[in-house]
């Protein structure tokens, strides 16, 4: 069940990304991008390493 949204939340993080590279904004990019990516790496370990690596 957790890979489940460990898969959602790896498709919003790269939809958010798409979107703010087409999309104009005020702000800077490089750093909305930078913090879309954050969403990346806790998913990524759940999913290759498990519950041990967070616990």
């Known amino acids: 069940m957790r890979a489940i ?11 958010a990304i798409y979107l703010i590279l087409i999309k104009d904004f005020k702000g800077d990019k490089r ?15 759940w999913i290759t390493k498990g519950k041990k690596l967070i616990v």
């Open 5 to 15: 949204a460990s898969i959602r939340i790896l498709i919003t993080t790269f939809k």
């Open 31 to 45: 750093t909305w991008i930078l913090i879309s990516m954050i969403g990346i790496i806790g998913p990524i370990l």
